[in-house]
């Protein structure tokens, strides 16, 4: 079971605007930060002329050039920390980072992709430990036909589903992660077997090299 290190990671605290909608479609955001710090964010105050609304989503990059074979199944697990950790979240695909493993920058905040979803939405968040996600086929195909995997996790009731929670009211739903823990990508990798024919037998039509299962064949008689 490989797992990955995070290879870069953090926060990006989005532009305040006067309207949930518009705060969560702003192009920007207004900083980054790492450490120990609110990871996922929906923040709202209203008020005379509009009042005061604010989103931070956080983006993970890992290296994934080393995996091969078929990735079966795959954990992100999210060092918590903090005491107010009332967000539901979930994990979507990014591009942030460039693409690849550029630093994360603020203009960052937007690339998110709702419509393309890695995981089911965890609706409790650990403070003190480790907050284990189960990611789902779309990531994992990503994993192991890439060599970057790049994700965005973001506050599931509003920021994903784009909705004021507070229904016009104050509150906030939050987050706090700690980037200089530990935050790993775990991956069951089934073996890529013996991948050629055996006198005269196409590899597809094989199961089997005496008895042993071609997943665990790496050669024949020496080759």
């Given at each position: ?8 990671g953090g926060n ?9 909608a518009a705060a ?75 693409g690849t493993n ?122």
């Amino acid at each position: 079971m490989p797992t990955l290190n995070l290879n870069k990671g953090g926060n990006v605290v989005g532009t305040v605007d006067n309207s949930q909608a518009a705060a969560r479609d702003e192009a920007v955001g207004q900083s980054t930060s790492t450490g120990t710090a609110t990871g996922v964010q929906y923040f709202a105050s209203p008020g005379r002329g509009g009042g005061t609304y604010r989103y931070i989503r956080t983006f993970l990059q890992f290296d994934s050039s080393g995996i091969t074979g078929t990735v079966s199944a795959a954990v992100l697990n999210i060092a918590g920390a903090g005491t107010t950790n009332n967000a539901d979240i979930i994990v979507c695909a990014s591009d942030a980072f460039g693409g690849t493993n550029d630093d994360l920058v603020v203009a960052d905040f937007n690339n998110v992709d709702f419509s393309t979803v890695y995981s089911s939405e965890l609706a409790t968040w650990n403070n003190g430990g480790n907050n284990a996600i189960t990611l789902n086929a779309t990531a994992r195909s990503i994993i192991q036909g890439g060599n970057s995997f790049i994700c965005a996790v973001i506050d599931h009731d509003s920021d994903f589903q784009d909705t004021d929670t507070f229904s016009g009211g104050a509150g906030s739903h939050s987050a706090t992660i700690n980037f200089s823990g530990t935050i790993t990508l775990d991956c069951t990798v089934a073996a890529a077997g013996y991948g050629h024919a055996v006198i005269g037998t196409a590899a597809a039509s094989i199961g089997k090299v005496l008895g042993v299962a071609t997943a665990n064949v790496s050669k024949v008689i020496g080759v």
